[in-house]
């Protein structure tokens, strides 16, 4: 068993703030998707927050606190996987930015960098995973978030394991690519701002005439869900991870908070 296990990469698995504090579903999901892959997965407990909160307030000293705590945690992992392009982006993309080049921080951030995916990408490109062994019976759409699409080029990914999924019928929405508004801490500095943008966002959403909504980072499916429920819509939401997982018994985002 050891043996065989030693032929398997070895994940860390970051799990994320909002999983952790608000859809634990979701970690599971991934757990089970990445084991299902192929790989050994680990949830280091010394884990934090990425720090995206502080860096976009302009706190680069407290980040960078962050993410050396962050980088010492998943150093030992093959690679490190989070089911949020919001997440990985802030790893991948910025985590370098924050330390002098040439020096061990910036060596040891660029060599998380280098190993850290979001999860469908993840799955797709380096595990190579084809299909999944899910069902679905009804229609979904699939929202872009910013920082999967833009930081990490996650587009294709989701659309390919979603068209595998038993019975699911997958609705292209008009603008998917368009920020729902939610930001991370845009949504606190600029409220009114952020709600024409979501309000936009699920009129888009509404004229797919699907059953679910789904995306691949947990804050923009809360401020999706939760404006859909405010506007009295019976569509749901779900994470991509729950419906490529097979797991359709957790209630759906906003429902279920």
Do not use: W
């Amino acid at each position: 068993m050891r043996l065989m296990e030693l032929t398997r990469p070895r994940v860390g698995l970051f799990v994320t703030c909002l999983v952790d504090l608000f859809r634990p579903s979701v970690g599971f999901a991934t757990v089970k998707l990445l084991e299902e892959a192929g790989c050994v997965v680990e949830v280091p407990e010394s884990q934090t927050c990425c720090g995206q909160p502080a860096f976009n307030s302009g706190d680069r000293k407290d980040t960078a606190d962050i993410a050396r705590a962050v980088i010492k945690a998943f150093s030992p992992y093959d690679y490190v996987v989070a089911p949020s392009g919001s997440c990985a982006g802030m790893i991948k993309a910025h985590y370098p930015e924050l330390f002098a080049t040439g020096s061990p921080d910036r060596a040891a951030a660029d060599a998380l960098a280098a190993k850290t995916y979001e999860l469908v990408s993840f799955l797709v490109r380096v595990m190579k995973q084809e299909k999944v062994a899910a069902r679905f019976d009804g229609s979904a759409t699939y929202h872009d978030s910013c920082s999967g699409l833009r930081e990490l080029g996650v587009k294709a990914e989701p659309r390919k394991l979603l068209r595998t999924v038993e019975g699911l019928d997958l609705v292209e929405m008009e603008d998917a690519e368009v920020c729902c508004g939610f930001g991370g801490t845009f949504c606190v500095k600029y409220p009114d701002i952020s709600n024409v943008m979501v309000a936009k966002k699920t009129k888009k959403i509404a004229a797919t005439g699907a059953d679910l909504l789904l995306a691949g980072d947990l804050g923009c499916l809360m401020n999706m869900a939760g404006k859909l429920k405010r506007e009295g819509s019976t569509l749901k939401a779900r994470h991509v991870a729950e419906i490529l997982a097979g797991d359709t018994a957790t209630p759906p985002i906003a429902e279920g908070e």
